[in-house]
């Protein structure tokens, strides 16, 4: 008897909005429904302005959503307040993208690390807590050497190996890593992902892993969804949607991607026009005003649904009306 695992992570149609003046709201996410198996790295993709950060910080619970429900590990966390249910705050950890913003400029590296330990009472004494903060330090490669030192006196990949440290200590089960190596140098990104990986397999972490660079996503995730003006245009196994993409918005991204094989090139496809504001998105597809495969009226005029297309494949287009709707939990996704 095979017993199916129910997901650590699960979305339903998700949505945030923010208020602007004259009664307009800015859509950042506009109804996201996936779903994270404990162990996994999920990459999230998207433009600037796709909704990938509001994403994020809504799961861990930093922004309150506009709609939709949020289950972590089987509780509906949508509407949790984390400043009482400590538990909860802890299991659920963010890695910013900029660690130099993220880290306090005049708190030495012992405290910025070991802050979270004393808030959440998990030490008993300042000789525990050091004792605690120097191991975790060691864990993503730096020394009690750099326990009392400034951010400012660390470079950028020491930083975010902080940012790292400070979030693993509070013991998670899911991160969150907000472009994580962006702001770093192509060699120091390497390192930094060698390093999630190994304490990905150490302390038996999920990823859900936020970036807008497609050569980082293919080689980091194993599972993938991309993302534009706050909606999903495709979910799947990463490696599927790299050989095979199916909508035209993953297409057109993953053409100009640098290929692992530089002797298999293909055309770039280069889209027209900018990625529409989020306070007046395009009726119908959001995609439709910059597609190349547009099916006629109908995209113009309504949404598509998000569609099984094949075994872990889900895709909103309407090049795949024919194909059933996605569920999840039994609920149709919209």
């Known amino acids: 008897m095979i017993t199916q695992t129910k997901p650590l992570l699960e979305i339903q149609n998700l949505k ?45 619970r930093l922004l309150e959503p506009s709609g939709g429900t949020i289950n972590y590990d089987g509780q509906d966390i949508s509407g949790a307040d984390l400043s009482r249910d400590k538990r909860l705050r802890r ?65 950028g990949g020491q930083r975010q190996r902080v940012a790292i440290a400070r979030a693993l200590i509070l013991d998670p089960e899911l991160v969150v890593l907000d472009e994580p190596t962006s702001s770093l140098d192509v060699s120091v990104q390497a390192e930094v992902l060698k390093l999630l990986e190994s304490l990905r397999e150490r302390l038996d972490l999920t990823y859900l892993f936020i970036t807008h660079d497609l050569a980082v996503v293919r080689l980091f995730t194993e599972k993938l969804a991309i ?66 495969k547009k099916v006629g009226a109908i995209c113009e005029t309504s949404a598509p649904l998000l569609r099984e297309a094949g075994k872990g494949r889900f895709v909103a287009c309407h090049l795949y009306d024919n194909e059933k709707p996605a569920q999840i939990q039994g609920e149709v996704t919209p």
């Open 16 to 60: 945030k909005e923010f208020p602007l003046e004259e009664g307009k709201t800015v859509k950042a996410v506009d109804g996201v429904s996936l779903s994270v198996e404990k162990g996994c790295i999920f990459g999230i993709v998207g433009e600037s302005g796709s909704g990938k950060t509001t994403l994020g910080r809504m799961i861990v």
């Open 91 to 155: 299991k659920l950890q963010l890695v910013f993208q900029d660690p130099y913003s993220s880290l306090h400029p005049r708190k030495k590296i012992k405290n910025v690390i070991g802050r979270g330990l004393r808030t959440h009472g998990l030490v008993g004494s300042e000789e525990e807590a050091v004792e605690k903060v120097v191991s975790f330090l060691s864990l993503v490669g730096m020394s009690e050497q750099h326990l009392y030192r400034y951010p400012h006196e660390l470079s």
């Open 227 to 292: 993302l534009y003006l706050g909606r999903i245009m495709e979910t799947g196994d990463t490696e599927d949607l790299f050989s095979s993409p199916l909508h035209p918005y993953t297409e057109a991204l993953i053409s100009v991607t640098p290929k692992l094989d530089p002797t298999k090139r293909g055309e770039k496809i280069i889209l027209k026009g900018e990625i529409p504001s989020p306070i007046d998105p395009p009726t119908g597809c959001p995609f439709h005003t910059r597609c190349f």
